[in-house]
């Protein structure tokens, strides 16, 4: 199916505190996300999880030790997917007035979620990462790659969300070097059944590349040539087989997991 492919960096992480109703402080084994919902675990031993964590404030240490408090505006699960909660994440602005902390997507929108990826998952910023719709991980979730779940015939999707993150930032050899612009058209899909391919009777699109966990294992030619060309790429990577030899079958052959078509 065809997605746009925005980049964004609204992942923060690492220690937390939150202001829940009561007022509450808690250290960073009492938060926990379990798919897209926060839990919470109060000293009363009362657990807050989901929407009731609506209006809490978290507290998050990031990168030079500085807090970045993060408010949960507003949580609702989304129409599309229940199984996916919806977090309005607000920040303050210098005026102390709470803005939108995500950057919006193709629709407009500026919500995220939390979610727990394992060590060495691309796009994990520690033990809880957030993640805006307009990013990456997030809108691999909504592709149907749930890392937290299974596939139409029991498939692990933790590899195929990995793959997914790769696929969506154009990071070929992934080492997270994105190679793509916002708002770019690509169209997704696999041999599980989560998606189809839709762009196969357009000739301005072609096969891109095939994706594993680790980045592309070939790419026939790169999204973007004024980002990087074909050429300078396989320079960069001489790991990667040559693009004339890169098509779906030999991709599978390789190992990919996921296949993406895109503009010539």
């Known amino acids: 199916m065809f997605f746009k492919s925005w980049l964004c960096g609204c992942a923060l992480m690492l220690a937390f505190t939150v202001d829940a109703a009561p007022p509450q402080t808690v250290s960073a084994p009492d938060l926990a996300a379990e798919h897209t919902a926060f839990v919470l675990k109060l000293a009363n031993g009362r657990v807050l999880k989901g929407v009731q964590m609506q209006g809490a404030v978290v507290h998050m240490a990031v990168e030079g030790g500085q ?11 989304d129409p599309k997917d229940s199984d996916i ?3 309005e994440f607000q920040v303050q602005d210098e005026h102390g007035e709470w803005k939108p902390a995500c950057q919006p997507n193709f629709y407009g929108e500026t919500w995220g979620f939390p979610i727990s990826l394992p060590e060495h998952h691309p796009g994990r910023e520690g033990a809880i990462t957030l993640t805006c719709s307009s990013g990456a991980v997030g809108k691999c979730v909504r592709f149907g790659y749930k890392p937290w779940a299974k596939g139409p015939h029991g498939e692990d999707l933790t590899p195929y969300h990995a793959a997914c993150v790769h696929m969506v930032r154009a990071d070929y050899a992934g080492d997270d070097t994105p190679h793509t612009k916002n708002g770019t058209d690509i169209d997704v899909y696999d041999y599980i059944g989560i998606q189809s391919p839709e762009s196969l009777a357009d000739p301005k699109f072609a096969f891109e ?3 594993a966990p680790g980045g592309a294992v070939c790419v026939a030619h790169t999204r973007w040539s004024d980002v ?3 050429a300078a790429l396989l320079k960069a990577y001489p790991q990667l087989p040559p693009p004339q030899t890169c098509s779906e079958a030999s991709a599978a052959r390789l190992g990919a997991l996921l296949f993406n078509r895109s503009r010539l």
């Open 209 to 211: 590349a095939g994706w």
């Open 228 to 230: 990087i060309t074909t």
């Open 85 to 87: 909660l919806r977090h």
């Open 67 to 77: 807090i970045a408090s993060i408010k949960l505006a507003a949580i609702t699960p």
